[in-house]
């Protein structure tokens, strides 16, 4: 295991993604920020405060459950958990940026894009994101990220917020390791053929 974010330095990005919103976008003006769900929101709510205490404007916020979006969703979870999708600003004409704390395969944003166009056809969609870690199997990329880490497919980048989690960090989690499984199914195949074999001879 290994910290790649610390509170600090997680308020510190998070405060480069807001000025950088407000540069592209000439202040925030026309702006509404929607966090995908379940940290993405959080991060989102922390977003449009800071852009409150920088530009004295409160921005519209709002979040995305994307579990039923997904294409890879049998993949995911045998019994997902669909949250509630909180939308209730109207988001056409709006310059909408996209929330998330990692970017991976880009499958989720892909989701929630398809989402989003259900409330209405917003002017454009821009993505902020905590950390992206590559590894892309869609093209899509942020417009805004907090930290680039390349990692591994045997590797894990999990995000706490002390919302949720009671604390601010960004860990590097090697994933667990499947082989034990895998020889325990061979072992049971190889026993299976012996005794075919066996009651074949009698």
């Not at 510190?12 to 993405?40: D, F, Q, T, V």
């Not at 958990?81 to 880009?106: A, C, H, M, P, Q």
């Amino acid at each position: 295991m290994k910290t790649i974010m610390k509170q600090a330095e997680i308020h510190r990005a998070l405060l480069r993604i807001i000025h950088e919103i407000i540069e592209k976008n000439e202040g925030s003006k026309n702006l509404a920020l929607i966090g995908i769900k379940r940290r993405g929101d959080f991060i989102a709510q922390r977003l449009a405060r800071l852009i409150k205490e920088h530009e004295g404007r409160a921005v519209p916020i709002g979040a995305l459950d994307i579990t039923l979006y997904r294409d890879d969703l049998q993949l995911v979870s045998e019994t997902p958990i669909i949250e509630s999708t909180d939308i209730t600003f109207d988001i056409n004409r709006k310059t909408i940026v996209l929330v998330d704390d990692v970017l991976y395969t880009g499958r989720t944003i892909r989701a929630a894009m398809e989402e989003l166009f259900n409330f209405g056809r917003p002017k454009a969609i821009m993505l902020a994101v905590l950390v992206d870690r590559g590894l892309r199997e869609l093209p899509i990329q942020a417009d805004f990220v907090g930290k680039y880490t390349p990692t591994g497919r045997d590797e894990i980048v999990d995000v706490h917020i002390h919302e949720i989690d009671g604390e601010d960090c960004v860990l590097l989690l090697n994933a667990p390791r499947t082989k034990r499984k895998i020889k325990k199914q061979r072992v049971k195949k190889v026993g299976s053929k012996k005794r075919l074999r066996v009651r074949r001879r009698r």
